[in-house]
């Protein structure tokens, strides 16, 4: 199954600026099955994208997916005070499992 | 609008079994995934399991050997057992429906945190 590394393990903003998130496969994964979550300090995890680009139902524009090969990016374009939080990757693999990346956390510079 | 709402003990002793149950509202559990997935304290998130809601599962093959998913249609809950817990079973646990086939968790319950201590 493949493992998914999420990197930088902290990123430092300010509200206004763009945040780059990215989630590293170690192999082939498919963005159809690729998905990315937003935890908050003591709530559940919030789906924010599906099949690597597409938002969830309510989730505002300025978060966007992308992929490259086996990189995946969430990107944030412009932190709203709301948007400091933990972000996850998942993906479903061939043999139905699922695995979730380490996470990023986004703080308050 | 479906909603999850987990139940269970809070405190369960080590060596003995952790059960909790996702009571399903607002929605059916037919014809759906359903999984567990819990988050050790400061921790990342781990994937227990899932299972369809005519009970086919899918276990993270790390804790095969001690979990057991389960549906009760009647009921429009499903469970899951694991055995002979240790400290390191200490988490919040929650419950999602997965969205087959791309995988992903689009409603979640609160999550209820489990303690495995004496």
């Known amino acids: 199954e493949a493992v998914l590394t999420q990197s930088p393990g902290t990123l430092s903003l300010s509200p206004g600026e763009r945040a780059t998130l990215s989630c590293r496969a170690s192999?082939?994964?498919?963005?159809?099955?690729l998905a990315w979550y937003q935890q908050k300090p003591g709530q559940a995890p919030r789906l924010l994208m599906y099949g690597g680009s597409t938002r969830a139902t309510g989730i505002p524009d300025r978060f966007s997916g992308s992929e490259s090969g086996t990189d995946f990016t969430l990107t944030i374009s412009r932190l709203e005070p709301e948007d400091f939080a933990i972000y996850y990757c998942?993906?479903?693999?061939?043999?139905?499992?699922?695995?979730f990346g380490g996470g990023t956390k986004v703080e308050i510079k | 609008q479906v909603q999850l709402q987990e139940s269970g003990p809070g405190l369960v002793n080590p060596s003995e079994t952790l059960s909790l149950t996702c009571s399903i509202s607002g929605g059916s559990i037919n014809n759906y995934y359903w999984t567990w997935i819990r988050q050790s304290p400061g921790k990342g998130l781990e994937w227990l399991g899932h299972i369809y809601s005519r009970g086919s599962t899918i276990y993270n093959p790390s804790l095969r050997s001690r979990l057991t998913l389960s549906v009760d249609m009647s009921k429009n809950e499903f469970s899951v057992k694991v055995n002979s817990v240790t400290a390191t079973d200490t988490a919040v646990y929650y419950c999602?429906?997965?969205?087959?086939?791309?995988?992903?968790?689009?409603?979640w319950g609160r999550g209820t945190t489990v303690t495995v201590s004496s």
């Open positions: 192999h082939g994964v498919s963005s159809a099955y």
């Open positions: 999602a429906r997965l969205q087959f086939p791309r995988g992903y968790m689009d409603v």
């Open positions: 998942q993906q479903y693999d061939s043999s139905l499992s699922v695995t």
